[in-house]
C-alpha cells in the first residue's frame, strides 16, 4: 500500500515537472508531450515519470530532447521543491 505522503509527493512532483517542461522545455513544432502519472520509490530517492507522446513519429526526437536536458530539469526541480531528499527523475514512455 503506498503512503499518504508518497502520494502527495508523486502529485507535486508531476505538477511541479509539468510547469518546468512547459516553460523552459523547447519541443518540435506540432508535437504534445502529457505528464500521465508520477511513481516515486519508498524512500524517495528515484521517481519513474511516465509520459505520452504525440505523434508517435516524433517520439524519439522528444525522448532524445528529454534525455539531453535531464540535468537541467533535475537542477530546476531540486531549486523549486523544498524537501530532502529530492528524487531522481527518469522519464519512461507509456
Known sequence: MIKKRT??????L???LAKILLEDLE???GSLLTLVQAD???GLQHAKIYITIMPKERT???LDILSRDIFDIQQRLN???VMRP???IE???M
Do not use: A, C, D, T
Not at 502520494?7 to 507535486?12: F, G, S, T, V
Open 79 to 81: 531549486k523549486r521543491l
Open 60 to 62: 524519439q526526437e522528444i
Open 40 to 42: 516515486s520509490s519508498p
Open 14 to 16: 508531476r505538477k511541479e
Open 27 to 29: 519541443l518540435p513544432q
Open 7 to 12: 502520494l502527495r509527493i508523486n502529485e507535486l
Open 91 to 93: 522519464f519512461v514512455r
Open 86 to 88: 529530492v528524487p531522481k
